[in-house]
């Protein structure tokens, strides 16, 4: 299976970035060898960039899926859950989800936006499950998450993996949210992964009924405290969870 490369723009850019600096570092070594600060910079600087690049293949390869299968193990599954994923991209989640359903059904909604993911496509998704042997219990439907198109208490479980920050405005965040809340059903779970507007959601979700509502660390130790590092503490990766009271 292949879940793709996230924002492969920014790791386009981050690699570029890094490559030039450290190309400006050594023409200063052979040219001006006397610029020993500038030389110094520009090398903290391209490993900065080279790093955060790595980090973020890193992470799309591995840590994602590490984090993917923290938050399946948040669930008590019983098998027969219909679980909806939000944002389901290449269906990370979704096909996660469907692996511990035996009556089950998972569905996963997005509008498979260019640039976000490689090859983010609802066929991406079906081919995942067809080789993790769930596409029977798989279905991928076009939609906009601030509006889901499905009835209120429908769905034993919602997952949604690095969608929260897409959304534009915190009006539509909280629309989402909320949205969230109406398609779960009394007694249903929830868990969402973001590395900014985690607490933010706590909140607004504590506002939609969700009482319990909380927020945990995702990933290793190491692939959080590289991120705080990368990010000089300004993004860290949570798990927000939740149950909808019954």
Known sequence: MDYGIDSPAIVAGLFLVGCISLGAALVLHFFAASHLVWQLALVAAAAYFLLGS?????????????IRDQ????????GDELVLDVGCGRGLFLVG??????????I???????????????????????????????????????????????FDVVLSNFV????????????????????????GRLALVDFIFTGYCVEALGEA???????????????????????????????VTGSKPA
């Open 209 to 239: 009924g969700i009482t319990d509502a909380k927020r945990i660390r995702a990933g290793s130790f190491f692939s959080f405290w590289f991120g705080v590092l990368m990010n000089f503490g300004l993004v860290r990766t949570y798990v």
């Open 164 to 187: 929260v920050h897409e959304v534009d405005t915190p009006a539509e965040r909280e629309q989402m949210l909320r949205e969230i809340v109406r398609v779960l059903k009394p007694g």
């Open 97 to 106: 989800a469907a692996r511990r359903l035996t009556t089950g059904k998972a």
């Open 71 to 78: 938050v399946i193990e948040l669930i008590a599954w019983r």
């Open 54 to 66: 790595a980090g973020m293949i890193r992470y799309s390869k591995v840590g994602k899926l590490h």
């Open 108 to 154: 996963g909604l997005d509008r498979w936006i260019r640039g976000a993911l490689t090859a983010n496509r609802a066929a991406s998704v079906l081919n995942n499950a067809r080789i993790e042997g769930v596409v029977d219990r798989v279905v991928v439907n076009n939609g906009d998450v601030r509006h889901l198109p499905f009835g209120d208490n429908t």
